[in-house]
């Protein structure tokens, strides 16, 4: 914290972190107040009397309504869900693992696979749908859920090993030499004493796969077509968005209701989630 | 209660260092055996080969006549003591203490049992309910100690354990483990760097230089009668004070600029060749001119610095070309840049060869 007299405080702290804040939660702000507008308000030109576009006089449900009866919105938020659980956990389970591997198994190549799995997280998806398209088209899974529980993890599982080796490597080895000594096998020195260490990282790395699969837009996109089928972002924009008519409401509606989940989960792990982008255990 | 045979025992690792080169040590039963070293001796690495948590490049460690080299460290029936505690930081001191017991299958009230008795026996009963990042460093030592001692291992194994604690607590606990060791009664291999840990807690002690066993002795046995001339600076603070001497012709004097002893019978061979006197610093006395006997063993030379530490007084001074520290007694008054005629107890000089640094 900044020591000194008051006004500096506001004007180099305050201040600063006032307008950070506002610029950051501002699009949540136009996200709710687009859906609760009414297409009067909603499509009134700039030049017309009444224009107020960051607020509403006569808030209104309708857009919420027409998006939970008129579109499928119930089923994509279930599938994003299940899609996004499903790979989180495939992913975290095969990035533990593995990073654990990385930052304790003295083998071969041990630091040159490493790379090589953060090289695979360098390649840009909007490259990689291309070939993964083919394999699903190969596989009979287009237009199912386990197009998406199957190919999330192409990007998810580097990332979670990456951020879980960082994370072991911050956890002292002598922890699991005297668990060894005191006559646990290397699988029970793992499952007792290093996971239940490492538990703010395996939180943090499961967080993020879990935003990241539910954000995910182009494997989505491309790999399902049936409404029914579809997640939050692919089914808001393709059956909202009809030609060049934006149904802004409802779209700004589906948005809001789709990122309760996230947030939700951001806020409950909070904590873990700090200690674990932060790292190390001590004593 | 264990014997560790230790024969040819190497490590080489994959970059080619070679860290421990042909060590051979036996560690009797409930003996006390320190390894000390400077850093990159190889010492905390064949603890290390002893705990089964370093491959063995070659040679053999039995444990009570059974050869363990490729025995899982958790089967050889060791406990260990790491320097930063390694305390498992999610559970409580008693599931700490516990935790060997229960992957070892003990009942619930053996382990209670235990656990209370190694907690009295460190006076730590009142912690065990506290998580470890609560506990100041004594008393995590203490946990450690308990983690290891409830296990009634066959031997112990300690890896520089005080090195984590200030001054003041690393003597207080250095004398409770001596304490706790001839309590228990267990064979015990303690690695330190610091020489006065090995001196005070060592039945014998082992000294260790690049991989290789320069001296295994007693304590009193290393001081008095070092092998060569590394364990005779190692060993004792101040360090023993080297010169380079030249024996005449005659071998009946050892000389050097402004130095000339009476040469004792086993450097008397030596006649016209160099070697390197070694003389501890508790050797030197101030001499008074009257003494006739001090003649022809003193000589003459200016106080450099003078370090008084209230039981006694450290003389640093210049003699044969090298800086020089005698430990005198506090009565004397000395300051910087007296005059000062100082005596060499002749039964406590050291000479060394000057190429293989072998005593003579």
Not at chain 2, 80 to 96: E, G, R
Request: with cysteine; glycine share 8%.
């Amino acid at each position: 914290m900044i020591e000194g007299a008051g006004w500096k405080k506001w004007l180099w702290f305050y201040l600063p972190m006032g307008m950070f804040i506002l610029g950051l939660l501002f699009p949540f702000y136009w996200m709710l107040v687009t859906t609760l507008k009414p297409d009067g308000e909603l499509y009134r030109p700039w030049n017309h009397p009444l224009y107020s576009p960051f607020w509403t006089s006569a808030p209104t449900f309708d857009h919420i309504k027409s998006l939970l009866t008129e579109t499928l919105f119930g089923t994509w938020m279930w599938n994003t869900m299940l899609i996004a659980l499903a790979a989180t956990l495939i992913s975290l389970f095969c990035g533990v693992i593995a990073g654990y591997a990385l930052a304790r198994l003295r083998f071969r190549w041990a630091g040159l696979l490493g790379t090589a799995i953060f090289i695979t997280y360098l390649v840009p998806q909007t490259l990689l749908f291309i070939p993964l398209a083919d394999i699903i088209r190969e596989y009979n899974i287009g237009d199912t859920p386990w197009a998406l529980i199957l190919t999330y993890p192409t990007f998810l599982i580097p990332f979670c090993t990456w951020l879980m080796m960082g994370y072991f490597k911050t956890i002292p080895k002598e922890l699991e030499e005297c668990a060894r000594i005191d006559g646990a096998t290397r699988w029970q020195a793992m499952v007792y004493i290093i996971l239940p260490i490492a538990l703010p990282g395996i939180l943090s790395a499961g967080i993020f796969a879990f935003t990241l699969s539910w954000n995910e837009f182009i494997y989505a996109l491309v790999f399902l077509s049936s409404p029914e089928q579809k997640t939050v972002p692919v089914g808001v924009t393709s059956e909202l968005i009809r030609g060049d008519v934006f149904f802004w409401g409802s779209l700004m509606a589906g948005a809001l209701l789709g990122s309760i989940p996230v947030a939700f989960v951001y806020s409950f792990f909070v904590e873990h989630y700090v200690a674990g982008m932060t790292g190390s255990v001590k004593g | 209660m264990a014997r560790v045979l230790i024969t040819k025992l190497n490590k080489k690792y994959d970059d080619d260092t070679h860290a421990v080169k042909d060590v051979n040590l036996e560690i009797r039963d409930r003996e006390f055996v320190v390894l000390v070293g400077p850093s990159g001796c190889g010492k905390t690495t064949t603890l290390r080969m002893v705990a089964g948590l370093e491959e063995i490049t070659s040679g053999e460690i039995r444990i009570d006549e059974k050869v363990v080299n490729d025995l899982p460290p958790m089967d050889r029936d060791i406990a260990m003591v790491f320097q930063n505690y390694a305390l498992y930081p999610h559970m409580s001191v008693y599931d700490n203490m516990a935790f060997g017991l229960k992957m070892r299958k003990f009942g619930r009230d053996e382990i209670a049992k235990r656990v209370r008795e190694a907690a009295d026996i460190l006076g730590i009963q009142t912690l065990l309910a506290r998580r470890p990042r609560q506990l100041s460093g004594g008393q995590r030592q203490r946990v450690a100690l308990g983690r290891a001692i409830v296990r009634h291992p066959r031997v112990f194994l300690f890896d520089e354990p005080l090195s984590n604690l200030d001054a003041k607590l690393r003597v207080q606990m250095r004398v409770e483990l001596k304490r706790l060791h001839e309590r228990l009664e267990t064979t015990a291999i303690y690695v330190t760097h610091d020489q006065v840990e090995a001196m005070t807690l060592g039945d014998r002690v082992v000294v260790m230089k690049d991989g290789l066993v320069q001296q295994v002795g007693e304590p009193l046995e290393l001081y008095g009668r070092p092998a060569n001339k590394f364990v005779a600076g190692f060993i004792g603070s101040p360090a023993m004070n080297f010169v380079d001497v030249s024996i005449s012709s005659d071998g009946r004097w050892a000389e050097a600029e402004g130095l000339r002893l009476p040469a004792p019978e086993r450097v008397r061979s030596r006649s016209g060749q160099r070697v390197t006197l070694g003389v501890r610093p508790e050797a030197l006395s101030v001499a008074n001119g009257a003494d006739a006997n001090l003649a022809d063993r003193s000589f003459a030379t200016a106080v450099d610095v003078v370090e008084p530490l209230g039981n006694e007084i450290l003389v640093n001074f210049r003699a044969g070309g090298v800086p020089m520290v005698a430990r005198v007694d506090p009565g004397v008054r000395v300051k910087a840049h007296d005059s000062i005629r100082l005596a060499l107890d002749p039964e406590r000089l050291h000479f060394f060869d000057a190429k293989t640094e072998a005593a003579i």
